[in-house]
């Protein structure tokens, strides 16, 4: 028989993230939703309750997972908030905070696992983007690791010097320390050459 595995405190500022061994959450009563009944767990460090849901896009849901996650999925596919919430019979409001909740999270893993790439050949561009009601247009700046098709960073921003400059730390910052050179290629933007790699390979 297996042993349910405890979620650990999900407070950043919990002390015992610091720890070498932190103190196991205890169990401490259970919740009552709509959904039906959930455990709520104290965490021994810093005395606060959470649930598995807690630190998630899926706490405190008013709506059921699977309709978040269709409304999630179908803002991939390229549909509009407004075709979205049509779609689910949901107001706009609530699909973009479900969309807003889903971005963060994606954010928060990817800075978690997208860590210590070992890239070879990288493509960076920036794409031009007309947001709704914005009277000055946005660029998104984004790298492809060729070999591995991985996304690896992006940034959205104007399309100046300062914004090339800080895409790039991004970009070597998720990079490991590699003896060879990595072989950059990029279009004929006037900062490039100025965004603090060393010998850069541009190709238009």
């Not at 991939?76 to 107001?91: H, M, Y």
């Not at 709704?132 to 660029?139: G, L, P, Q, T």
Request: hydrophobic share 30%; proline share 6%.
């Amino acid at each position: 028989m297996t042993k349910s595995l405890r979620p650990t405190c999900p407070d950043e500022a919990c002390s015992s993230r610091s720890m070498r061994r932190p103190p196991r959450p205890r169990r401490h009563s259970r919740l009552r939703t709509k959904r039906g009944a959930r455990r709520r767990w104290l965490c021994p460090a810093c005395r606060r309750t959470f649930t598995e849901t807690t630190g998630t896009p899926y706490h405190a849901p008013r709506r059921s997972r699977n309709e978040f996650d269709l409304a999630v999925k179908l803002s991939t596919q390229g549909l509009s908030k407004a075709a979205i919430a049509r779609s689910c019979g949901r107001s706009w409001q609530t699909v973009d905070r479900w969309i807003g909740k889903a971005a963060s999270a994606s954010r928060e893993i990817r800075d978690q696992v997208v860590v210590s790439v070992n890239a070879q050949e990288l493509q960076a561009d920036e794409l031009r983007a007309h947001p709704a009601k914005s009277e000055w247009n946005s660029w998104v700046f984004t790298s492809l690791e060729v070999w591995s098709r991985l996304w690896l960073a992006s940034r959205v921003g104007k399309r100046t010097r300062r914004s090339t400059r800080i895409f790039s730390r991004e970009m070597r910052r998720r990079c490991a320390l590699n003896p060879e050179r990595i072989l950059l290629t990029t279009d004929g933007f006037k900062y490039w050459p100025f965004a603090g790699f060393k010998q850069p390979t541009l190709r238009t």
